[in-house]
């Protein structure tokens, strides 16, 4: 079999390996490219939990400041794995789907306890953070 890969190669690269040793061609041909983007220095302090959509909201979020004891709310496996290998502790993980990271929360983060942060790309695929706060949650 044939398999084509579109992520970006530290993304995939396990997997091509993993392909490659079951007998598969594998192309990659990654479609997008993911950067960092500048954003205003944060306090961390003024946040009871954050959320990751994605492996790469932790890999690009300054989190140097951060208590690593702090609510972390993880959208999948593969999130939560890169919160754990940073040194967050209470991580909930809602198995790769922004509805179940949604009801996650909502089930887990009293909103009397404070805000959340909410870490993503400039561009989402979901109002998560909307959603949350017509819930009346305090999201930044």
Same mark, same amino acid.
């Given at each position: 079999m044939h398999i084509l890969l579109t992520r970006p190669l530290e993304d995939c690269k396990d997997l091509i390996i993993k392909f490659k040793s079951l007998g598969h061609k594998?192309?990659?041909?990654?479609?997008?490219?993911?950067?960092?983007?500048?954003?205003?220095e944060l306090n961390f302090?003024?946040?009871?939990?954050?959320?990751?959509?994605s492996a790469n909201s932790v890999k690009?979020?300054?989190i140097s400041n951060v *208590?690593?004891?702090?609510?972390? &709310?993880? #959208?999948?496996?593969a999130t939560e794995?890169?919160?754990?290998?940073?040194?967050?502790?209470?991580i909930f993980c809602a198995e790769g789907n922004v509805n179940n990271l949604k009801e996650i929360i909502l089930q887990n983060f009293d909103q009397k306890k404070g805000r959340l942060l909410y870490a993503s790309g400039e561009m989402i695929s979901s109002s998560?953070?909307? *959603?949350?706060?017509?819930?009346? &949650?305090? #999201?930044?």
């Open positions: 594998v192309s990659h041909l990654p479609v997008i490219k993911i950067q960092k983007i500048d954003y205003e302090n003024e946040f009871k939990g954050i959320i990751f959509t690009n979020l300054n *208590d690593k004891q702090i609510d972390c &709310y993880c #959208v999948g496996s794995n890169i919160a754990k290998k940073n040194g967050f502790q209470n998560l953070d909307r *959603d949350l706060i017509s819930e009346g &949650y305090l #999201v930044k």
